[in-house]
């Protein structure tokens, strides 16, 4: 073999996959995985990475990058930005969204999000399609043939006010998906129940960050993703559940499943390592934490690492939601608004694998393996990333190596992104992406940012098993011939 043949080699790694742990080389030709095994090379570069562990690039398959929110605030990051912190904290792949509000046409929407990315993202990226105005043009012109070019994902809200759609609306879309190959993924809480206890909170003169968690009740998750469950159902599309909060959402995700309904879930760190108490700080700091839902109690976070040892819970995304600390951000409406005027959100796009390695790799829970299938593989597989989220022969050479025994008492400055703050701050965890590289370039190199604003390529998804309906839709529905579904 001579030295030309491979480009690199990473050797003498602890290479770990979902379903194996190998002590290996891995070599890289172009963009892609050639070889794995031992005594790999010689190669135009060779990384020495004996003892270090060797993942698959994380794949983020939920941040909110450069975009206007469901209340209207435009987010802290650029894609750059957020892209920056994503390949420091060695995620490769973001999926982030594409937002529709009222008034815009579909199509110029996706199509100023990717031309935005295509200048800043330093990571691949994809999209999720934000629906809020689901018109006859969007149904039957914009979103067919933007599903076809490999947008394949809807995103909808059952609550918020720009974007927040009826039952008939998403039945519409539901279908739509079904019809063209897509997953339809949902915010789901019930928007009334958090407006009524808004008003009686504030009514009681409960204004501070604290009551955040009272107006977004348990059961305000739980209603709403059970009749998501049950629109799906009757449509026989499948969904994908977004940060799922709650112990019996968690037993509303298990019992669809077993049913053999199509319904996949997603939890984040945020809810994993946090309980409510956060928000109950001095003063107005407890805005720093505020998301939605809001953080649970640990009987939840037990609950959800339970869902996540039995595959209920599918993958953990950073649902990254940048707004900084000053009036561009949290605190738009003045210095101490009340919790209702606070922009919902938390930075978490950089840290979202070293927080998870920690927890998984260097603490043992679920290990190694499962760490890389819920932090990369499987985000991958369920949105159809082709070549993402795993190392094999012939997959996108997507790389991290950790630095498993470096410790770190997180600050502000590790958040990398925009922000200006991490709601982490004060954690310590051990183990640190020393290196990442995305189809064979190294972007991160010695901890330090290699890569270049648009040097990150767009993922157009090809439709796939994820997508299929089972064929069964309600019996109303199927006894007036049904509605198509993809081929
Ligand atoms: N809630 C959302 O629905 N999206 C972004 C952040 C948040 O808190
Ligand atoms: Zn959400
Ligand atoms: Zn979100």
Known sequence: MSANDHDLVIRGGIVVTAGETMRADIAIRGERVAAIGEGLGPARREIDAAGRIVTPGGVDAHCHIEQISGT?????????TATRAAALGGTTSVI????QHPGMRLRDVVDDYTARAARGAIVDHAFHMIVSDPDEAALTRDLPALIAEGHRSIKIFTTYDKVRLGDEQ??????????????????AENDGLIRWMTRRLLAAGLTAPAAHALSHPRVAEVEAMERMIRLAAFVDQPIVLFHVS???????????????????????????FMTAEVLDRPGIEGAKFMCSPPQREVLDQDALWQGLATGDLGYVSSDHSPYRFDQSGKLRAGPAPSFDRIANGLPGIGLRQALMFDAMVSKGRLGAQRFVELTSTAPARLYGLAGKGTISVGSDADLVIWDQDRRVTLSDADGQDNAGYTPFAGREITGWPQMVLLRGRAIVEGGRLTGEPGGGRLLRRAVGETMRPTGRQGAELAAMGGTPAWR
């Not at 209207?72 to 750059?80: I, L, P, R």
């Open 246 to 272: 709650t112990a019996e959402g968690v037993g509303v995700v298990a019992r669809a499943r077993a049913a053999g309904l199509r319904v996949h879930a997603e939890t984040c760190p945020h809810y994993l």
């Open 170 to 187: 998403i039945l519409d879309l539901m279908a739509c998906a079904r019809e063209h190959g897509a997953l339809v993924c949902i915010h």
């Open 96 to 99: 982030s969204f594409a937002s």
């Open 72 to 80: 209207g605030v435009m987010n802290a990051d650029t894609f750059e």
